[in-house]
């Protein structure tokens, strides 16, 4: 089986190796952070949450705020270690978000997440947790490596129909990648996190398989950093 070059690594065997990875390349995953049971137990949870209720599967924003369980896998220790180390200080959390991904839901368009929270560079990192196993044609995440060294890159804007199973800010636009940065399609397993910097471009493929693919996305920022609100996220920074 081919590895992600990344996983070779470990925060938690190798932190050094680790971090330069995550600094070199933009991303890095960590596997084994949740168990097969806490995986099962925030799949279980996201069946009473609201877009699941309304049938549309839409993506859950911050369901922390209203299942704990959502909160504590946030606030997870292990976590909360690794983020202090990639935003350099407390990493206090932003953001969380469901993503059911039922089969033939449209990929995220290439975005750097910075775009939508415009926090100062380097202070903002997001921890995209695989809670199913996930793989190119089952809306596997794509990553530019290194272009987070570019900071903010332009866009340009799409005419794509609405797909009502993704987000709806996922497809107005998408970052223009400068030719010299290649894709890499990550297989990130289940319970393992795919940390992202906040400048990196990436997105994900479509979900092809007749499975579903659940992934909790949580975002970091450095205590006392600035931030974007922003109108549907209502962004607020709580302490892990
Ligand atoms: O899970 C996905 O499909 C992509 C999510 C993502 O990249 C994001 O919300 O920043």
Redesign the pocket.
């Known amino acids: 089986m081919v590895r992600n070059k990344s996983s070779i690594n470990s925060f938690f065997a190798n932190p050094e190796a680790a971090l330069a990875s995550y600094q070199e390349s933009g991303f890095f995953i960590e596997e084994n952070l949740f168990s097969q049971e806490e995986c099962a137990q925030l799949i279980e949870a996201a069946n009473d949450l609201e877009n699941a209720k309304n049938g549309t599967y839409r993506p859950q924003m911050m369901p922390h705020r209203v299942n704990s369980l959502y909160l504590a896998a946030m606030r997870k220790p292990a976590l909360a270690a690794i983020l202090n180390k990639l935003v350099d200080g407390k990493a206090m959390g932003l953001q969380t978000?469901l993503?059911y991904?039922k089969p033939g839901t449209r990929?995220?368009s290439l975005?750097q997440?910075n775009f939508f929270v415009q926090a100062p560079y380097g202070t903002f990192a997001?921890a995209?947790i695989a809670l199913t196993d996930t793989y190119l044609e089952k809306?596997g995440?794509i990553v530019y490596p290194e272009t987070h060294k570019e900071g903010l890159l332009p866009v340009r804007k799409l005419a794509l129909e609405k797909d009502s199973a993704q987000?709806p800010n996922a497809n107005n636009e998408e970052t223009i990648v400068p030719p010299q940065y290649q894709p890499f399609h990550a297989n990130v397993p289940k319970g393992a996190a795919l940390f992202i910097h906040g400048h990196l471009v990436?997105?994900?493929n479509p979900n092809q398989t007749n499975e579903w693919r659940h992934?909790l996305?949580n975002t970091y920022i450095r205590q006392g950093e600035s931030f974007r609100p922003g109108n549907y996220a209502q962004r607020e920074a709580i302490e892990l």
Do not use: R
């Open positions: 978000e993503f991904c990929g995220f975005h997440d997001s995209w809306g995440l987000d990436h997105g994900s992934v996305l």
